[in-house]
């Protein structure tokens, strides 16, 4: 059974960076599929922030990549997120994911089949 | 990218069927045949529900069915139960090579 878990600070000050770890049980990230993450505001609806192959191929958010960086560890079956320049409206419940995906050249990822249970992430002084 | 549009809420009776659309353009839903629905409650994680448009995750009840037409899909459920009630999004690839996802639905059992 695939399993995600998110971890990291749940409080991160205004500017500062937001870093995110997922860390996959019951399947090895380096078999076959893109994993991602996805947030969530407080009452509000799902935004997609990118998803990571473990070679390391990403694709990401137009609205957010500027401050998105994904990378992965496949020594800990681990991937992770880093947002820049954090303000109030980056508050949300973060999810990582794992997303089937087919290449033909390019890569089309399809839809997200499994996710964390989400973390809680409040930008505030 | 802008969200795929969804109603804001829908409402049925137990025992009855509903509809969800979910409206995009020819460069996400109406373009690629993957287009899936997660059903979330309160306070958990969303749950996959539908995939590629029409197909069933293993342990889906087959009361949950979807369907595409143009730039428009739909996430139908019949036989309405209580345990339906939650916000459903859809989610499409787009020409972009990104996810989009709808602004979500509140099904109401009434």
């Known amino acids: 059974q695939v399993q995600l878990q998110e971890s990291g600070p749940g409080l991160v000050k205004p500017s500062e960076t937001l870093s995110l770890t997922c860390t996959v049980s019951?399947?090895?990230?380096?078999?076959?599929?893109?994993w991602g993450w996805i947030r969530q505001p407080p009452g509000k609806g799902l935004d997609w922030i990118g998803s990571i192959y473990h070679s390391g191929n990403t694709y990401y958010s137009p609205s957010l990549k500027s401050r998105v960086t994904m990378s992965v560890d496949t020594s800990k079956n681990q991937f992770s997120l880093k947002l820049s320049s954090v303000a109030a409206a980056d508050t949300a419940v973060y999810y990582c994911a794992r997303v089937p995906h087919t290449c033909h050249g390019a890569c089309s990822l399809h839809y997200i089949d499994y996710w964390g249970q989400g973390t809680l992430v409040t930008v505030s002084s | 990218q802008s969200a795929l549009t969804q109603p804001a809420s829908v409402s049925g009776s137990p025992g009855q069927s509903v509809t969800i659309s979910c409206t995009g353009t020819?460069?996400?839903?109406?373009?690629?045949?993957?287009v899936s629905w997660s059903q979330q409650h309160p306070g958990k994680a969303p749950k996959l529900m539908i995939y590629d448009v029409s197909k069933r995750p293993s342990g889906v009840s087959n009361r949950f069915s979807g369907s595409k037409s143009g730039n428009t899909a739909s996430l139908t459920i019949s036989g309405l139960q209580a345990e339906d009630e939650a916000d459903y999004y859809c989610?499409?690839?787009?020409?972009?090579?990104?996810?989009?996802f709808g602004g979500g639905t509140k099904l109401t059992v009434l």
């Open positions: 989610t499409s690839y787009t020409s972009s090579s990104t996810l989009v």
């Open positions: 020819s460069s996400d839903v109406g373009g690629y045949n993957y």
């Open positions: 019951g399947y090895s990230i380096t078999s076959g599929y893109y």
